[in-house]
Nanobody
């Protein structure tokens, strides 16, 4: 199983970025996907998660209304569209999957729900 997170970079406050989490080698081929982030000097925290069918999503309160998680299962890819970015969104963003899962609950806001993790992509929000 491989997860590749990409799309990070430097953006000004108020700007947008779209992160991508591409997976390969996943069996069975259905899984839940979450995004987490870790800011300098802080613990990793939950950002958003989505189930296999994309019918269920959860967001951290800090990103609701600004971030949108989506997926394209034909491309084995999950996206995190981040709008109205703030300096406090600066962090390394990680994607993670729980293999064999079609539905999710609020427990998927916790790291322990996930089997595999990607390497992270850095997002810096600064003027």
């Amino acid at each position: 199983v491989q997860l590749q997170a990409s799309g990070g970079g430097l953006v000004q406050p108020g700007g947008s970025l779209r992160l991508t989490c591409a997976t390969s080698g996943v069996t069975p081929d259905h899984y839940a996907t979450g995004w987490f982030r870790q800011a300098p000097g802080k613990e990793r925290e939950f950002v958003a998660t989505i189930n296999w069918s994309a019918r269920t999503t959860y967001y951290a309160d800090s990103v609701k209304g600004r971030f949108t998680i989506s997926r394209d299962n034909a491309k084995n890819t999950v996206y995190l569209q981040m709008n109205s970015l703030k300096p406090e969104d600066t962090a390394v963003y990680f994607c993670a999957i729980d293999v064999g899962t079609r539905s999710i609950t609020s427990s998927y806001t916790q790291e322990r729900a996930y089997d595999y993790w990607g390497q992270g992509t850095l997002v810096t929000v600064s003027s």
